[in-house]
């Protein structure tokens, strides 16, 4: 319904596993966000893309890595995590990123992930 | 660090008006202030938007004074299920959420 799908919706994965995260949006925007929501935290933004191009990177360690092949499309890849990235990860699209005006973010239902 | 200030939490019972105010005193000219409302283990889903004065949308009511430096977010007799997290956001960039009201119905 928001246009914007997450998969997998839960993932569990040990910490010397690799997996992925896709996000896709059908909403024909040029942006794309990674958040990270742990327990009773506020959302964290951790990547933004603009026209398949990364624009902001908030000091993510880089066992998580982002790829934007195409506007519609978001990856996070996943390697030698900790527990501590356990956490709710959301993917949003809007027009574009930045100091718009009026900007508004759509956001995916997010994919709960448990690192054991 | 996020650019709006908002309480907390705030309860309210069923079928009563909650009224939610945002401060944002250093918003630009040209910004618009966007509510969003999150429920638990989903993503934040849009509310309302405005500019100045009064917004009314099938959900709720955005107040915007003449200053801008604050707006205030009507929900009408919620219910249950309005409990959660909402959000009042500036642009900015980075786009930051901060911590929301948590907003709590009780029956």
């Known amino acids: 319904e928001t246009g914007v799908t997450q998969t997998p919706r839960h993932l569990v994965m040990g910490m010397t596993n690799k997996k992925s995260l896709k996000c896709e949006q059908h909403l024909g925007h040029n942006a794309m966000y990674w958040y990270k929501q742990s327990a009773k935290k506020p959302l964290e933004l951790m990547f933004v893309y603009s026209l398949e191009e990364r624009v902001e990177n908030n000091s993510v360690p880089s066992r998580f890595s982002p790829e934007c092949p195409n506007s519609s499309h978001l990856f996070l890849h996943l390697h030698t995590l900790q527990p501590e990235d356990s956490a709710l990860y959301l993917c949003a699209s809007s027009h574009g990123p930045g100091r718009e005006m009026g900007d508004t973010q759509y956001f995916g239902p997010g994919t709960r992930l448990t690192v054991l | 660090l996020a650019k709006t200030t908002q309480p907390i939490s705030m309860d309210s019972y069923e079928g009563q008006e909650v009224n939610i105010t945002c401060s944002h005193n250093?918003?630009?000219?040209?910004?618009?202030i966007t509510w969003y409302q999150q429920f638990p283990s989903q993503g934040p889903r849009f509310i309302i938007q405005?500019?100045?004065t009064k917004v009314t949308n099938e959900v709720a009511s955005l107040f915007i004074p003449a200053d801008r430096k604050s707006s205030t977010l009507s929900l009408p007799r919620v219910s249950l299920s309005d409990t959660a997290v909402y959000y009042c956001?500036?642009?900015?960039?980075?786009?930051?959420f901060g911590k929301g009201t948590r907003l709590s119905v009780i029956a």
């Open positions: 405005g500019y100045k």
């Open positions: 956001l500036v642009p900015d960039t980075p786009l930051v």
């Open positions: 250093n918003i630009a000219t040209n910004d618009y």
